[in-house]
């Protein structure tokens, strides 16, 4: 088992065990204090321990080395788990805004307690926390998986943020009804836009588009620094996972031996890696330039 993938379930078990104290203490006061929001806190919670389980298994596969009939890796499962997060967030999203507009004829009794307020502040400094912490891991061992699965416990952290005011809100303002109601659809609100934000990257490297224009320019002012490199074009770039393919033709004088345009093609590859930790492999055609 490598190192990264060690750290990878270590960082996301850890993740997963606080996901599931936090689920079991939202639930249970939501249900008892019947807090709508809280509840519905509560469930996205445990799409967040869903989700955890799914990295956990998944890096297991994700990490395997190239081989014959995968010369790229098997990187991309780890973008389709990060488009499953994206998708399980958003269909908890509809849940809880789906409960919480039916809910609106239910006879509201009282509002909220102060153990609700309680939890909800918990959980918004745990997550955040969580979220901070993980997202250091997923940077530093490149994990779009684990930087989406970040941005799961923050979204988390401020789905509890609406359960909180309308408690304030109940506190203060006692004649105000549905609080709690308009607080969980704040939350799925949220949730819905936090899952588009994890989902759409994933979505854009399946779709096969290019790195971005940074990493286009970056290869470019780096075959300026060679004289010997007259122009660069055709340059194609895309995303596996945490990392960069590129392949890029450059023009060279159409008079030097075929071993110095290699020469050069190899010299400028050399560059491109050691430069830039996220392009993993580039592929150059040299051209003679007219």
């Known amino acids: ?3 990264t993938k060690k750290q990878i379930q270590k960082t996301t078990f850890k993740g997963m065990i606080i996901n599931l104290a936090l ?3 939202k639930c249970s006061v939501g249900y008892l ?3 709508q929001a809280l509840f519905a806190d509560g469930i996205h919670s445990l799409s967040d321990t869903a989700t955890d389980i799914m990295i956990i298994i998944g890096a297991k596969f994700w990490e395997q080395p190239a081989d014959e009939c995968h010369p790229y890796g098997h990187a991309r499962i780890e973008t389709l788990v990060t488009i499953i997060i994206g998708a399980a967030l958003a269909f908890t999203a509809l849940f809880i805004g789906w409960e919480a507009v039916i809910s609106f004829n239910d006879k509201v009794d009282k509002n909220p307690g102060w153990i609700v307020f309680s939890i909800a502040i918990i959980s918004i400094i745990v997550k955040e926390s969580l979220f901070r912490w993980t997202i250091s891991k997923g940077k530093k061992f490149k994990s779009s998986a684990l930087i989406s699965n970040a941005w799961h416990h923050r979204s988390d952290a401020l789905s509890s943020i609406p359960v909180a005011i309308a408690v304030l809100g109940g506190y203060f303002f006692p004649n105000l009804k549905y609080l709690d109601q308009i607080a969980a659809m704040l939350v799925a609100i949220m949730l819905l836009k936090a899952s588009w934000s994890i989902a759409h990257p994933g979505i ?5 588009a290019s790195a971005g224009a940074e990493t286009k320019r970056f290869l470019k002012e780096l075959a300026s620094q060679i004289p010997e490199i007259k122009e660069i074009h055709a340059i194609r770039t895309r995303k596996i996972g945490g990392s960069v393919f590129a392949d890029l033709h450059l023009l060279v004088d159409p008079k030097i031996s075929v071993e110095s345009g290699h020469k050069i093609g190899g010299k400028f ?5 050691e430069s830039n930790k996220d392009i993993v492999d580039v592929l150059v055609h040299i051209e003679p330039f007219a």
């Not at 854009?204 to 096969?208: D, F, S």
């Not at 590859?269 to 890696?273: D, E, F, Q, R, T």
């Open 23 to 25: 689920t079991a203490a």
């Open 269 to 273: 590859k050399k560059m491109v890696l």
């Open 204 to 208: 854009l490297e399946i779709c096969e």
């Open 1 to 3: 088992m490598s190192k």
């Open 33 to 35: 204090s019947k807090s």
